[in-house]
């Protein structure tokens, strides 16, 4: 029986109980993910980081969480006030309704009934994730224009052409899953992973997908709307209190959710990593669902440590590598993908596929050389010589100006 | 001397025939080099952290820490401040307020005329800076290494002369009592008298 054909026989109620779990869990993992996350970029700063409330100060992001709450809510008298309330909840829910296509487990006995724990499965279960993701950036936009000020437009603008354009270059990343699985749906994909990894057959991909998902969720080295140097704080600059954390939280739902993504397409999704395959009946089942967070965890600490070890990168060159690296680089891969995919199944022979790759390769190395001489050559022009300003310029110190 | 201040002219550097160097940049590394960043950032990881966790851990300040201020005594209990008031004078923020009174024979709190009637330095104002001390001219005010001095009135920083006053030791006796038997200030001064002598006990 296919996951699909499973959760049509669940009943309302269950559907109900794995609606709360999801809500439940992603709340629960957002309060441990900021935890996680200061405790671990703090260490690569040699510091503690939070260890004053609870034991190792797991509690720290709980009184936050109070905190953030019982603060002064503030509307600016500039502010849109309708669009501004409803801003923070576009974000927050959208995140979390992403997770209702995601596989957390293989088959398990929930109070009796047998299912997996996946709220649906809809035959196009990832389109429905990125369309998900893209109304999440109504919340983005419509928070930094409705403030009524300057710094949280410019932040929500940054904000959502960002997640727009590499929000191409992940739904490309993931053309070439769909055309290796043939189907859209999230179980499915799993499924088709049984014997290896999307993360290694179509590594591409996967590296794409993952540089792109760090620039979708916002996320160092790519969180230009909240580069707090240079727009105070963003889209939420105005924002505070319950509708400042609603924003926090939509984040890290997002990284998790994004996280649980990219598991579920290139790592196998809940299933145990080769040779632990036995592992997957423990516990009735519900052991594939600490498979599932280990990766998920796994891809939680790459965001963490992307954020621990490099800088903010500039806007215009953020959004050349999107459009002119990312894009380009996924169109022409999905190419190969694709030509790969017919000739196997016209059932072309193994000299017929080597001769195509040995082309593919021949014209990646040729491209590349041909950029390396087209720097070589730009670093060896000489400099241009500038001519004299033809305005006054101050003296310098023990230098006569020329124009006085 | 000139009349005009002349700017600064280095003597190694002709400042106008300096070699033009262009500002080269190399762009990103290679692959490598950048793996090597998230290597640092992940070995730090296993290092020891170098927060002193304050409560709990109090690291010893350097050893001539300007920390809080102290009255000081003679050796026989006889507080050494005189009341002069040039602490008061010399402190740049105007933190110390200071009433000298005079010394009778019922009532000796120092040797010699004049005593510190009332003593006062206030926390918020004080910059710590030791102008006071350097100024004191019987050694009667030092710093302690004490750095805590948070509180959460402003009355409670103004430290008032018995919060100052360094505590009584062994063989000091609690001022006012008379002074030492057939000593005059400059014998305390000089620091020959060496602990209070039982004549000096007060009859109450």
């Not at chain 1, 996350?37 to 709980?62: F, K, T």
């Not at chain 1, 923070?88 to 309704?97: D, E, L, N, R, V």
Request: glycine residues 8%; proline residues 6%; hydrophobic residues 45%.
């Amino acid at each position: 029986m296919t996951n699909a054909e499973i959760l049509a026989t669940d009943p309302g109620w269950i559907i109900a109980v794995k609606g709360l779990l999801v809500f439940a869990a992603c709340v629960v993992l957002t309060l441990l993910a900021i935890w996680a996350e200061r405790r671990i970029v703090a260490r690569m700063q040699e510091r503690p980081g939070p260890n004053r409330v609870g034991p190792l100060g797991l509690l720290q992001s709980l009184s936050d969480g109070v905190k953030l709450a019982l603060k002064e809510d503030l509307i600016p008298a500039a502010a849109d006030k309708i669009i501004f309330v409803i801003a923070p909840i576009i974000s927050a829910t959208t995140c979390f309704m992403a997770f209702a296509v995601i596989p957390v487990t293989g088959q398990v006995t929930l109070f009796g009934h047998k299912t997996v724990m996946q709220m649906t499965d809809i035959p196009v279960g990832v389109l429905y994730v990125l369309a998900i993701a893209s109304v999440g950036v109504y919340g983005i936009v419509l928070a930094g224009w409705s403030s009524g000020s300057t710094y949280p437009l410019l932040g929500g603008l940054r904000s959502s052409a960002q997640v727009i354009s590499y929000e191409v270059a992940m739904g490309l990343s993931l053309v070439s899953v769909f055309i290796y699985s043939g189907s859209m749906s999230t179980s499915d994909i799993v499924a088709a992973q049984d014997k290896w990894w999307y993360a290694v057959v179509l590594f591409p991909s996967f590296v794409i997908y993952a540089i792109s998902m760090v620039g979708e969720t916002n996320r160092a080295p790519f969180d230009l709307a909240e580069a707090e140097g240079e727009l105070v704080g963003g889209f939420h600059t105005e924002y505070s209190s319950l509708k400042f954390a609603l924003f926090f939280l939509a984040e890290y739902v997002n990284i998790v959710g994004v996280s649980a993504l990219a598991t579920t397409l290139f790592l196998g999704g809940y299933h145990a990593p080769p040779g632990l395959g036995f592992t997957e009946s423990w516990l009735g089942g519900w052991f594939t669902a600490i498979w599932f967070f280990i990766k998920v965890a796994g891809f939680f600490f790459i965001f963490v440590w992307l954020r621990g070890t490099l800088p903010r990168m500039r806007y215009d060159q953020f959004m050349q590598f999107g459009w002119k690296v990312l894009i380009p680089v996924s169109l022409f891969w999905i190419l190969v993908v694709a030509t790969l995919r017919v000739l196997s199944q016209q059932g072309t022979s193994r000299t017929g596929v080597l001769i195509f790759s040995g082309i593919v390769v021949a014209i990646v190395m040729f491209v590349n050389v041909a950029f390396d001489n087209v720097k070589q050559k730009k670093k060896n022009s000489p400099r241009p010589e500038l001519s004299k300003p033809d305005f006054a310029v101050p003296a310098l110190p023990n230098k006569e100006s020329d124009h006085v | 001397m000139s009349e005009q201040i002349e700017p600064r002219a280095s003597k190694d550097v002709d400042v106008n025939n300096v070699e033009f160097v262009p500002v080269v940049s190399e762009g990103p590394a290679s692959l490598f080099a950048q793996l090597k960043g998230f290597w640092l950032t992940f070995r730090t990881m296993f290092k020891k952290t170098l927060t002193v966790e304050y409560p709990e851990v109090k690291a010893p300040t350097q050893e001539r820490f300007h920390g809080r201020h102290q009255l000081n005594r003679h050796p026989d209990g006889l507080e050494k401040c005189i009341g002069c008031e040039l602490c008061a004078w010399a402190c740049p923020a105007d933190a110390i307020y200071v009433e000298g009174a005079d010394n009778t024979d019922e009532n000796r709190m120092s040797p010699g005329e004049r005593y510190g009637k009332v003593y006062q330095i206030n926390y918020l104002r004080c910059v710590f800076c030791g102008l006071c001390i350097e100024a004191c001219p019987t050694r009667a005010l030092t710093m302690t290494n004490e750095y805590e001095l948070a509180d959460d009135s402003r009355s409670n920083l103004i430290f008032e002369k018995e919060d100052l006053l360094a505590p009584l030791r062994s063989g000091m006796l609690m001022p006012p009592h008379p002074m030492y038997p057939e000593a005059d200030h400059h014998t305390y001064y000089r620091g020959e008298v060496p602990e209070a002598h039982p004549s000096q006990e007060v009859k109450k």
